[in-house]
């Protein structure tokens, strides 16, 4: 059974700060992983989708790369502000050759960036 | 920008009594999933929808769920019977194709009393 781990799960900086979340997940067999941003009581914001093949995708401050065969996810997000404060949810989808069709989810990262 | 939409965005309900949560997928997209976060907990996975049928479910989408999608535009979630252990954030999410992103709903929170 596909297990997702997000560390840490709070993480707490100034802003300007560069910093990395990371994503981890059991069962290395994925179709693809995406990135989402979940405000407090809202629902998720796509941020990115790495399909397996790939080995990063960047979008704006955010870059995601992906290490499939270790089984590990980071998400980079450069000169971080306020208003990323967020927690940042990391999700797999597993290549069951075209039968599955969900994203197993972490935990997510409570990211706040101080003024 | 299109977006996925659900309706009401907070529901309360007496246990027992039956639910229906709507939401209204991006309208070029073809698969349609319905998630759920209980408090403080992971988001997971209840079912997935494709060509009229249900294409993929997760042991906690029992008898007590259904979805159907009644037109072109609506897709919906009804949960039968409701227990307190029901409650959480129902999210909707539509997809073009098998592979591609999911786009999510602002979801609906569902408080059983």
């Known amino acids: 059974k596909q297990e997702v781990t997000q560390i840490p799960a709070a993480l707490s900086v100034p802003e300007g700060e560069n910093l990395v979340l990371n994503c981890s997940f059991t069962?290395?067999?994925?179709?693809?992983l995406q990135w989402f941003r979940q405000d407090p009581g809202k629902g998720l914001t796509s941020l990115l989708l790495?399909?397996?093949?790939?080995r990063e995708q960047t979008s704006g401050r955010l870059n995601a790369s992906l290490d499939k065969s270790s089984g590990r996810s980071t998400l980079y997000i450069a000169a971080s502000q306020p208003g990323d404060s967020a927690t940042y949810l990391c999700?797999?989808?597993?290549?069951?050759?075209?039968?599955?069709?969900?994203?197993?989810f972490g935990k997510g990262t409570l990211l706040t960036v101080n003024p | 920008e299109p977006e996925v939409t659900q309706t009401p965005s907070h529901q309360v309900t007496q246990m027992g009594q039956e639910v229906i949560l709507r939401c209204v997928p991006i309208?070029?997209?073809?698969?349609f999933y319905w998630y759920r976060q209980i408090l403080g907990q992971k988001v997971e996975f209840l079912v997935s929808?494709?060509?009229?049928?249900?294409?993929?479910k997760s042991e906690i989408f029992d008898d007590q769920f259904s979805v159907e999608r009644p037109d072109g535009s609506n897709f919906t979630l009804k949960i039968r019977s409701t227990k307190l252990e029901d409650s959480a954030m129902y999210f909707c999410?539509?997809?073009?194709?098998?592979?591609?992103?999911?786009?999510f709903g602002p979801g609906t929170r569902l408080t059983v009393l």
């Open positions: 999410a539509s997809t073009r194709g098998w592979g591609n992103e999911q786009f």
């Open positions: 069962d290395s067999a994925i179709y693809n």
């Open positions: 790495i399909q397996s093949s790939q």
């Open positions: 999700a797999v989808r597993e290549d069951g050759g075209g039968s599955n069709y969900k994203l197993t």
């Open positions: 309208s070029n997209h073809l698969y």
């Open positions: 929808f494709y060509n009229n049928e249900i294409s993929e």
